[in-house]
């Protein structure tokens, strides 16, 4: 029992280790969006679908002027206050900067229609806004992705698997004695 526990514990952790590797690997060039999130900049209207009608969160790429954004909900014709953020929510932007999660609004339907004007820059990522549900990690998790917390699981499991192998030693040291 506890040579197959101490053997557990070992392989969730080198599992653990490289998953945690993958990831790094993974997030070199910062975090990738689906090209369908991102909102223009440019004073018109956009719909957005979201994954369901949680909260949503726009994203500006940091080194630029936020644009100004608003919602509606297209369900219910609604427009959609916008919360700000305090930027607990970031997520890699590669060498230039982060993205910063910046505002969030609550939508009655999984379909918006969200309209920027404003932001600074020349590319695509730098002139528009990026909408999507918010993530249900905590906001220091959410620049890993949901699959992030894959390694710290395992991790965990090889640890605790690790502590019952040491605790049933000591238990029986004693016993032998």
């Known amino acids: 029992m ?9 392989a969730l952790l080198l599992a653990a280790a490289a998953s945690w590797a993958g990831l790094a690997a993974s997030h070199l060039d ?8 991102f909102v223009p900049a440019d004073g018109r209207p956009h ?9 949503a969160v726009l994203w500006t ?4 002027a936020t644009p100004d954004c608003s919602a509606v909900d297209t369900t219910t014709g609604r427009d959609l206050p916008m919360a700000p953020l305090d930027a607990s929510y970031r997520r890699e932007g590669g060498s230039p900067g982060d993205w910063t999660g910046t505002a969030s609004f609550e939508p009655a339907s999984a379909t918006v229609e969200v309209t920027c004007t404003g932001g600074g820059g020349s590319t695509v990522h730098e002139t528009a806004v990026a909408v999507e ?4 990690l905590p906001a220091p998790l959410v620049g890993l992705g949901a699959w992030g917390a894959v390694p710290g699981v395992l991790a965990l499991a090889g640890l605790l698997a690790l502590g019952a192998a040491a605790l049933l030693v000591v238990r029986r040291r004693p016993a032998a004695r």
Request: glycine share 6%; aromatic share 8%.
């Open 2 to 10: 506890t040579v197959r526990l101490l053997a557990s514990g070992v």
């Open 30 to 37: 910062g975090y990738r969006w689906d090209e369908a999130s």
């Open 47 to 55: 719909d957005v679908r979201l994954a369901d009608d949680r909260t």
């Open 61 to 64: 790429y940091e080194p630029d």
């Open 133 to 136: 549900t918010a993530p249900r």
